[in-house]
């Protein structure tokens, strides 16, 4: 089954503490990315990946960091939490740009609340 | 810049009645436009594309959207709400990067 798999699917924290959130996509896309959900604000992209190696900041990339190593995985880091990133996060991937009317697929979410 | 505003935080509809959700966009180039379903914990389901192609776009569940380039719209409708349709629906309007900008997102409630 085509899938984008997050893992924890919830997530709580301590301000300071180091944490990953894990993507992986089964479906060989190129284009990955990691979006964050708030109240009213709809998504926002955190970054985004065109292929291995290739990664660059979104519209809040503000205390996050994202490494692609491997096609199918696009981990999200937070080195360093603080309250406000407490959200709910959205791991993506589509075969080309949702720019050229590729849609995205999406992961299911990972609720994460810092304290 | 791109944006997409939503009009309508929350639509509260009868069953069997029509279900409208408003969506506005700006950009500079022929855009490409999505509309999203989110079940309660679940991740973001496409509802269908506009991509140029045709202006009156049909999607999954009997939604159906219309592109609108004089109004800059592209409105989602279902001509008849069913109770499974109780969700959060996202316009969303294609950009370089992967980047899809979204509007704040509808809260649909289906009322009996």
């Known amino acids: 089954e085509a899938q984008v798999t997050q893992n924890p699917r919830y997530l709580i924290t301590v301000t300071g503490k180091k944490l990953t959130v894990t993507c992986s996509q089964n479906?060989?896309?190129?284009?990955m990315s990691w979006y964050r959900q708030d109240p009213g604000l709809g998504l926002r992209q955190i970054y985004y990946?065109?292929?291995?190696?290739?990664?660059d900041k979104g519209d809040v990339p503000e205390g996050y960091k994202v490494s692609r190593k491997e096609k199918r995985n696009f981990p999200l880091i937070l080195e360093s939490p603080s309250p406000n990133q407490t959200s709910l996060y959205f791991c993506?991937?589509?075969?080309?740009?949702?720019?050229?009317?590729?849609?995205?697929?999406f992961g299911n979410g990972t609720r994460l609340t810092v304290t | 810049a791109q944006s997409v505003t939503q009009l309508g935080s929350h639509v509260s509809v009868s069953e069997g009645a029509l279900v409208l959700l408003r969506c506005n966009y700006s950009?500079?180039?022929?855009?490409?436009l999505f509309w999203y379903v989110q079940y309660p914990n679940q991740g973001l389901q496409l509802l269908l594309k506009?991509?140029?192609?045709?202006?009156l776009v049909k999607g999954i569940n009997g939604f159906e959207a219309e592109f609108k380039k004089s109004e800059t719209s592209f409105h989602l409708t279902k001509p008849s709400a069913h109770m499974s349709d109780a969700a959060e629906y996202f316009c969303?309007?294609?950009?370089?990067?992967?980047?899809?900008?979204f509007g704040g997102g509808t809260r649909v409630l289906v009322k009996p």
């Open positions: 506009y991509t140029s192609a045709a202006t």
């Open positions: 993506a991937s589509s075969f080309r740009e949702g720019g050229a009317g590729s849609p995205l697929h």
């Open positions: 950009s500079s180039v022929p855009p490409y």
């Open positions: 990946s065109m292929n291995v190696e290739v990664t």
């Open positions: 969303a309007l294609g950009g370089a990067g992967n980047k899809l900008t």
């Open positions: 479906m060989n896309h190129e284009y």
